[in-house]
């Protein structure tokens, strides 16, 4: 016989040994059939730590039984990990069949399975690991198709759920599984995840490398990230994050570091995060220990010092607050996370200067909040601002589709004290993004608006802003910014001031027209006065005054390092006669000075005069020093003090009588 005939003739020999013993492997079987039910329910039940009772079994010729219409009932008010399957296929060697041994069955097989992920939280508990033993160690492989398993979430609209599930679970050597599974987001985010790793069930131990794929959470999640990617390492009851890149609402993050105790209320986070964005390369540390209660880490622009920040907290991972809160060396106060509700707020005060503090409120999920905040002295590039307002800000949607992350903000106050001068009603928005301000809009006093545009370039600040004033009576007005206005200063003012350049020196181009004017003894028609420059001198050009037929010169400039900043004006005929000139103002500024302590004698001593001053009461005048009282509204009045410190040096302390 040759030896393509005999290979021809195995599977008809093969065939025919089948069908003659078959008939007795089917006997044998069909016969165990109601111990191998009663078996298996018993031994399923011990193996999901649950009650398990199968409707159906069939028997699948030489290799396994099908398990259908299985019923699993929680235990002890807890969840098994199987919560509910389509079918389970359990496997043995035919060896085993035949001989009645279902204690370890060579492989187990969950179709469309329903898993519990709180009862892997103690895996001690979740499987029976020892039914899984032989006298050679592991021997069942464990394999999922179509699983299905709720992740915990603390969003109230959609789940979380991990879905169209495929894993194995093969042995490897000993007591030790190797994993590997892979599955889709659903719910509350999209995306897919692969993890491969081990399992020791001797030593309970696991340990499984995580990779996250473009996973995006939806809008309504409260976490406003979208495309993580990247690996972390799941290692008993740790997480070691290799490195995570994802996006904030657009704004590219990169984090790295470590979870501590994953499972307990006592979490410990040591985490390192940058923001990988060349307008706004901002990094920070940060780390928590739930039980300790420590909180601290620091934050700064990459590349520069950091600002260190610390606390205590208290609470849990969900929903904390931090008390004790240290900002640098400079504000404390108190910060509040509440997860679930999807909100940070804090509230912070300036050590040495308790008249500067501030209420800052976060929408986590949408980055929209409120910042209502008072300053005292407070510098903003060199100018000084004395303030309490609140300020609404949100993202704006379409520049943060192009990845310009700009907020829209809206601020309201109660009074702004910009360089001495009280801007009553102030209010205003602009746009604001990590490199300017832009479409400024800000209107105060009924009478005055600025518009334009402000640029925070790191080596180049720079501003263009456009300030339209009036048209008002001159009369009302005693006061322009510290200096005092002549006593005689009649007519309807309106004008029109252009700021460009560099925001610490800025050129001026103004642009004021008068009509029906009286400066002291000079009466005209109309003027128009037009200057250029940097303060504090302006010098005048095309500048005129008209009365009657007649166009008169005007020559000069403002100077502000003067009492009299009309000092330097001459009104001068065509022949270069001078008609009128500052000069003859300055017995009008005798007792004034313009560092503030004559302002606070001048405006007391014009009191019912001055409109602008309205509502202003002296509630303590001696030598060296005055006090006095603006009630804004209702609610809120502000404080002034006008006096001489200990080296003869003339200042303005203002503040806020108010409460949060």
């Excluded at 520069?304 to 060396?329: C, D, M, W, Y």
């Excluded at 545009?453 to 339209?468: G, R, V, Y």
Aim: hydrophobic share 40%.
């Amino acid at each position: 016989m040759s030896i393509q005939t005999l290979l021809l003739a195995l599977p008809v020999y093969a065939s025919c040994a089948a069908m003659s013993l078959g008939p007795v492997y089917l006997k044998d079987v069909s016969s165990v059939l109601p111990d191998v039910k009663g078996q298996t329910e018993k031994w399923m039940g011990k193996f999901l730590n649950a009650p398990v009772h199968v409707e159906k079994m069939e028997v699948n010729v030489l290799h396994h039984f099908s398990l259908t219409g299985i019923e699993i009932e929680p235990k002890n008010s807890q969840l098994p990990i199987l919560i509910d399957v389509r079918q389970i296929r359990v496997k043995y060697d035919v060896l085993g069949l035949i001989q009645r041994r279902f204690q370890v069955p060579s492989q187990i097989f969950l179709e469309r399975p329903e898993l519990s992920f709180d009862s892997f939280k103690t895996k001690e508990k979740f499987l029976d690991t020892r039914l899984l033993d032989s006298s050679r160690g592991l021997s069942t492989r464990l394999l999922i198709e179509d699983g299905r398993v709720e992740l915990p979430w603390f969003g109230v609209q959609k789940k979380l759920l991990l879905t169209n599930i495929w894993g194995k679970a093969v042995p490897f050597h000993g007591f030790v599984f190797q994993l590997k599974f892979r599955g889709m987001f659903e719910g509350s985010a999209s995306g897919f995840v692969s993890s491969e790793g081990e399992l020791d069930i001797a030593r309970k131990k696991i340990k499984l490398a995580i990779t996250f794929h473009h996973v995006s959470f939806t809008s309504d999640a409260g976490v406003p990230v979208q495309d993580l990617n990247g690996t972390v390492v799941w290692d008993n009851e740790s997480i070691q994050i290799k490195e995570l890149k994802f996006k904030v609402r657009g704004v590219p993050v990169r984090l790295s570091g470590s979870i501590s105790s994953v499972n307990a209320p006592d979490l410990v986070m040591i985490l390192d995060w940058e923001v990988q964005n060349s307008a706004l390369p901002v990094r920070g540390t940060l780390n928590t220990d739930f039980k300790r209660g420590l909180f601290r880490g620091s934050i700064g622009l990459t590349g520069r010092e950091a600002t260190a920040f610390s606390g205590v907290i208290h609470g849990s991972p969900k929903q904390f607050e931090i008390t004790h809160l240290k900002l640098g060396n400079l504000y404390h106060g108190t910060a509040s996370v509440n997860f679930p509700r999807g909100d940070f707020q804090m509230k912070i005060r300036n050590r040495n200067q308790k008249n500067q503090r501030g209420k800052f409120t976060l929408s986590l999920s949408g980055f929209s909040g409120r910042m209502e905040i008072e300053l005292h002295h407070f510098k903003v590039f060199g100018f000084q601002v004395v303030t309490y307002g609140v300020l609404d800000f949100e993202p704006d949607e379409k520049s943060w589709e192009k990845g310009d992350f700009a907020f829209l903000v809206h601020v309201g106050t109660d009074y702004l004290i910009f360089e001495g001068q009280l801007l009553k009603d102030f209010y205003g928005s602009a746009l604001v993004n990590a490199t300017s301000l832009e479409s400024i809009v800000a209107r105060w006093g009924s009478l005055s608006e600025l518009r334009g545009k402000i640029s925070f370039a790191e080596n180049n600040p720079a501003l263009d802003l456009k300030w339209n004033v009036g048209p008002f009576p001159l009369g009302q007005l005693k006061q322009f910014g510290v200096y005092r206005m002549p006593r005689t200063c009649l007519g309807t003012f309106e004008s029109i001031v252009n700021l460009h350049g560099d925001i610490h020196n800025p050129t001026w181009d103004g642009k004021i027209t008068i009509e029906q004017g009286v400066i002291d003894r000079l009466k005209f028609d109309r003027a128009l006065i037009q200057f250029s420059g940097h303060a504090p001198y302006f010098p005048l050009f095309d500048s005129k005054v008209w009365k009657g037929r007649h166009a008169l010169n005007l020559e000069g400039g403002f100077d502000f390092k003067l009492k009299n900043f009309l000092k330097a004006v001459k009104v001068v005929n065509s022949e270069h006669v001078v008609i009128w000139k500052g000069l003859e103002l300055s017995r009008d500024f005798d007792d004034f000075s313009p560092a503030g302590e004559s302002l606070a004698s001048a405006s007391v001593s014009s009191m019912g005069q001055v409109a602008a001053f309205e509502g202003l009461q002296v509630v303590n005048q001696k030598v060296g020093k005055v006090e006095m009282e603006y009630h804004l509204n209702e609610r809120a009045s502000l404080h002034a003090a006008v006096e001489k410190d200990q080296s003869n040096q003339e200042y303005v302390a203002a503040g806020p009588k108010v409460k949060f």
